[in-house]
C-alpha cells in the first residue's frame, strides 16, 4: 500500500497552514489568550500530543504532589535548551492544571484518577516581561516577578479586582530590589492545590541589575522554602540551561535552588535533567501531530518489506549496510523502528534529531516538526514515489524547504551546491528526471548541514541505509556516491577519507571543469585517437588508422580495419582504393579485406570533453605539485582520477559504434559489442567485440568456413582473371584476388577461407587443380606423373595448398580440368616409346612421398595435421599482457616435454625516455617471473608500445593424438591467440 493511501495528513499539513507561528509554540501567548487553536483549545492540542513516556511521567509528579494532601509541596527545575521540549511540558501542564476537573481532557497522558478536583494554576512566561513595569493591566502594573505572581494569585480567588488587591497588599515590596517576606507569600495564597510555572527566568533575570538578580535569586529561594512547607502546591521553573548566553544566570539559578528544588533525575533515578517530553518516542510525536490517520497494517507491513531488503542486500555483500551500532538495519529491533516511525524512514529521523538538532537555531522537536511537515506537504504535492519518505526526498527546490535549512540554520552559502549539484549535475546523470543520483546528493546535503562537526555527511553504507529502496538491488546509492564525486563541483572527503559531505567551496571538479575550458579540443581528440588505436590494435584485423584519402588503405589480402575519422571518411575508403582525382575515383578491389570503423559525432565529442577533463586534472596535478595547499589539491585528484579516466576510456571506446562495409552502407555496433563498464580499466581489446559482431550478424567468414560450392562456381569463379591463352583456368593467386573482390561476400579473415572453399569445390566434383610438379586432383584423387606415364591416386588434395601462380584451378568438365586429369595406359610390351624415369618398362613411379616436416600457421592447418601427424613444436603467441595472462592456462592440459615463454616489450615511458626489454625461452616459473616484469613495463609505456608474448611447447620424439586437444585450446584461446605447430612425418 501506497503512502498516498495508509497515511492520510492533517488539513492544515496539506495546505500549508502551519505558519512559523504554530511551530514556535509560545507559553505566553497561551498564557494570555494569543497561541492559535492547536495550542489554546485542549482537545485539539492533546488530540496532537502523542502520549509520550516521558511527558506522562512528568505529569504524574506533578499531580501527584497536587492530589496529595498528606506530602509536602515540590519545585521542580526544567533545564533544557530551545526546541528541547520544556514549552510543550509547560502546555500540558498547564491545559491538564486548567482542565484538572474535566477527567477527558488530556487523558492520555494522565489518568483522571490521578487528578485532585481543582488547581490554581499560576503562569507566567518571564521572557516577555518588562523593566521597570514586569507587566501592565487595565487596574494595576506589577513591577517585580513576585508583583506579578500576587496580581494572578489575586484575579484566580476574586476575578476582576482581585489583582490588584493582592498586588496593593505588596506595598514598596513590588520592586525588582526588594522582597516580600514569607507571610506575605502564605497570605495571598488561595486554599487547595496551587500549580506555579515559571517560564525564561532566566531572561528576565538577565534585565535586572546585579542587586535585583540577587533579590530574584533570594524571592526563588523564599518562595521554594513556602512551597515545600505546603501541601498540594508545586513550582515549575525553567531555564534554558544549554544556551551559553544565559549559562551565567542559568547557573546561578541551580545554585540557589540546589536545596530545596528536584529535578526529574532525582525523582526517576536516570538522567533527565534536559526535559525531553518526547523521548525516544519522538517518531509517534511527530508522526500524530502531523498526520490525522496512519494504517498500521501498511506500517507492519512496509517495515517486513524494508527488513527483508536490508537483510537480502547484507546476504549479498555485508559491506553495503552499516554493521555497528545497538541496532544494526538486520535486526528485528530496526524493523520495530521503521514501523515505529512510518511513513518516515528511521534514518532521516535520525538526521534531523542528532544532526539538524544539535545546531541551536533548528530548536529540536519543534524544528523537527516544522521541516518535516513541510517535506510531508512537498511529498503529497509532487505524487512521488516512495515507500517511506526518507533524506531522499527531501526537495531542496522547494522554497519553505530551503527556506526552513538554509535560512533559518544561517546555511545560505550552500545555495551554490543547490543549483550546481543537486538541480544540475546530479539531475543531468538522472537525466532530468529525480532518481538514485538527485536522491543521494538531497540526503548527502541534508546530513552535511552541521558544517561545525567534521563527521557529517555519509558513506557509502549509511547513504544506502538512507534511501535504499525495495526495488533497487544494493549497490545503487553507493554507485551513485562515486559518479556524484566525480562530477559535483561542493563534495568533499570527510577528514579520515572515510564518506562524502558537502562544503561551502569549490572543490576540485569544479577547479576542472573551469580548467577544461582552457583545454585545447585538438588536443583533446589527439589523446583519444591515441586511445582508440591501441583499443583496436591488434592480431585479428590489419589495422590502418586515421587515413585522410583512400590512397593511404592499400590494396591487401590480408583483412584490414580502417580507423577512421568519420563516417564520410570511412564510406570512401571502403569504397574506392584512390580518391585523390574526386572525378574518377578508383573503384576499391579488395572489398571483402577491408571494413572501417568511425565514431558517431555526439559520441565523438563527449569523448573528446571527457579527455578534456582528464587533460585538466593532469594540468592541475602537475601546476600543485608541491606545498600544504597542493597537497590538498592532490588528494582530491587522487580520488576522482580513476573515474575521470575509466570515463576517458568509456567514451573513447563507444564513441566507435558506426560500422562501414562496402556495398552495405553504415551498420550500427550495438553496446552488447563493445567493451563492458566493468572491465574498461583493464585496458581491453576493440578488435574482439567488433569480430563478434561481424560474425553473429553474417558478416564475416570464420577461417573454418568455406563458400558454398555452387556459388562459387556460377557467381566467383567466372569472374577471375584467366591464365594467358588458357581462358578456362585460373591461378590460385587470381581465385583468392576474386574471392576478396566479388560482390555479395562476406568479409574473408583469412587465406584458409579461400584454401577451404578450393577444396570443397574440389571434393564435390566442381573443380580441378593442378600444381606445378603435374599432380591434379578431383573428386576422385588425384593423377600424377610425367607426360606418358600419368596414372590416378587416392590420394587427395591438401588444404595446405600454396595460393600462387603455381597453382591453377579450372572447372571440371573444361578443356583444361579433362588434360590434367587424363591417364596414360601403361607400356605392357616394353619395346616402344620413352622409359619412364628410373629406366626400365612398365608402371611409372609411386608419387612422391609426403615431406617428412610441415608447419601450419592457422587452427584449420594445425588441426589437419594433428589428425595424421605428431606434433613437435606448438608456439602460442599474444600481442597484450591480458592475452599472455591466459596461455599457461592454455598449455596446461597438452603435457608439453617443455614449456618456454619469450616476451618482449619497447615503446617510449610515459615520463619520458624509452624501454627496451626482451626475455627469451625462460620457464614459466623463472624467478625473474618474465610475464609479470612486462606487464608492469607496459603499464608505464605510452600509447602506442609494441608488446608480445610467445609460449613455446615442445614434445621431444613428437607427440601424436593431440587432435582433441588442440581442439580444445583452439575453442577456449582467444582470437588474438595465433598459433604455429611444426609436425613431424605422418604416423604409419
Known sequence: MSIFAACQPRIEVRQGELNDAIFAADFGDLVAGRAPGVYADAAKFFGNTHPAQNLKDVAKVVFGRLANTKETGLTLRLSTGFGGGKTHTLMTLWHLGKNSGSPSVGSDVLASSGRPANVTTIAVDCGKAGVPDFNSYSDASPKSLWGELFYLLGEATAPNGGGAKALATLGAADHPEAS???????????????????????????????????????????????????????????????????????????????????????????????????????????????????????????????????????????????????????????????????????????????????????????????????????????????????????????????????????????????????????????????????????????????????????????LTLAILRPDEAGPEAGEALDRLIGVCWHTYPRPGGSGVQFRYEPNITRQIDEMRNKIDTDDAASRVRSEVQQYFGGSVFKLAAWPAHASQVPESADLQLALCASEKTATVVVSYSDDRDPSAPIPRGFKNALLAIAPSAVKWAAAVEKAQRLLAAEAIKKEHGTGSAGKQVLEQIERIEPDLRKQFFLHSYRAFDQVVLAGRGTLQLEEQFMVPEAQVMQRPNGQAGLRRFLEEKKLLHKSTDAIDADLFVTKVLPGATPMPGQPDAFTAKAVHERILSAPGLRLIPDADVVRSTILKAVEVGKVVVRFSDDRAFDDKGSVEGVPGHRRRSANKLSSTFALDDAVLVALSGSASAVAWVAEDKPDTKGGGGTPPPGGGGGLPPPPPPPPSQVTGTSWTAILNYAKVRPLLTLELRAPTPAVAATLATLAQPLGADSLTVTVTINGDAKDGGSVNFSAERLKLNHPTKPLQMAQTLFNSLSDGCHYEATVTLEFKGGRAGLHASLENLQQSASADVKPTGVFDKPTA
Request: proline letters at 5%.
Open 180 to 462: 516580600p517576606n514569607a507571610k506575605q507569600i502564605e497570605a495571598v495564597l488561595p486554599a487547595g492545590p496551587i500549580l506555579f510555572l515559571i517560564d525564561e527566568l532566566v531572561i528576565y533575570m538577565a534585565k535586572l541589575s546585579e542587586r535585583g538578580q540577587g533579590n530574584l535569586l533570594g524571592f526563588l529561594n523564599l518562595l521554594s522554602a513556602v512551597v515545600s512547607n505546603r501541601p498540594q502546591t508545586v513550582l515549575v521553573v525553567t531555564d534554558p540551561g544549554q544556551q551559553a548566553v544565559y549559562s551565567r544566570q542559568s547557573q546561578r539559578i541551580a545554585a540557589e535552588l540546589a536545596a530545596c528544588a528536584k529535578n526529574l533525575e532525582e525523582i526517576f533515578g536516570r538522567k533527565m535533567t534536559s526535559i525531553d517530553p518526547i523521548g525516544d518516542e519522538s517518531a509517534k510525536v511527530i508522526v500524530r501531530r502531523l498526520f490525522g490517520s496512519v494504517d498500521q497494517a501498511a506500517a507492519q507491513s512496509t517495515a517486513q518489506i524494508y527488513s527483508d531488503l536490508y537483510v537480502r542486500v547484507a546476504a549479498a555483500d555485508s559491506r553495503l549496510l552499516p554493521t555497528g551500532g545497538a541496532t544494526p538495519p538486520t535486526s528485528p529491533g530496526y524493523k520495530k523502528l521503521i514501523a515505529d516511525c512510518y511513513p518516515f524512514h528511521p534514518r532521516l529521523l535520525k538526521t534531523a534529531e542528532e544532526r539538524l538538532g544539535a545546531m541551536d537555531s533548528f530548536q529540536k522537536s519543534r524544528g523537527v516538526l516544522r521541516l518535516f511537515a513541510r517535506i510531508i506537504r512537498d511529498v503529497w504535492n509532487q505524487k512521488a514515489d516512495c515507500d517511506l519518505i526518507s533524506a531522499g526526498e527531501v526537495n531542496w527546490s522547494d522554497k519553505d524547504i530551503k527556506s526552513d535549512l538554509l535560512e533559518r540554520l544561517q546555511r545560505d552559502r550552500f545555495t551554490s551546491s543547490i543549483k550546481a549539484d543537486i538541480e544540475g549535475h546530479a539531475l543531468d546523470i538522472d537525466g532530468g528526471k529525480r532518481g538514485v543520483h538527485t536522491r543521494a546528493a538531497s540526503a548527502l546535503l541534508l546530513e552535511s548541514l552541521d558544517t561545525a562537526n567534521s563527521s557529517s555527511g555519509f558513506d557509502a553504507p549509511e
